[in-house]
């Protein structure tokens, strides 16, 4: 099993930034991507971005640009910096991890991100 727990969400104010952050315990051996999802009210969940042990990422067309997903490996730490917020972005902010056969194989428990004036 692995254990999931983000932080960093709140509210900002359009155009501006938030990091957030997963740090990963347990079985974390089994672990080669590790991800971000977010879901909005009355919206189904969807991708924000991924990152592979090897580094290698892949974000929703509509975060390119403005997130940053990346990794540190010796903490089992994930962070997603998001910059240039809109209000759309509002959301729950769910980090996800897994062995490439399942990459979604655990979820954290969310963490909210509002962007409002």
């Known amino acids: 099993q692995v254990q999931l727990v983000e932080s960093g969400g709140g509210l900002v104010q359009p155009g501006g930034s938030l990091r957030l952050s997963c740090a990963a315990s347990?079985?974390?051996?089994?672990?080669?991507?590790m991800g971000w999802y977010r879901q909005a009210p009355g919206k189904q969940r969807e991708l924000v971005a991924t990152?592979?042990?090897?580094?290698?990422?892949n974000y929703a067309d509509s975060v390119k640009g403005r997130f940053t997903i990346s990794r540190d490996t010796a903490k089992n730490t994930v962070y997603l910096q998001m910059n240039s917020l809109k209000p759309e972005d509002t959301a729950v902010y769910y980090c996800?991890?897994?062995?490439?056969?399942?990459?979604?194989?655990?979820w954290g428990q969310g963490t909210q991100v509002t962007v409002s004036s």
């Open positions: 996800t991890s897994g062995p490439l056969s399942r990459p979604r194989a655990y």
């Open positions: 347990g079985s974390i051996f089994n672990i080669a991507v």
């Open positions: 990152i592979t042990s090897a580094s290698g990422t």
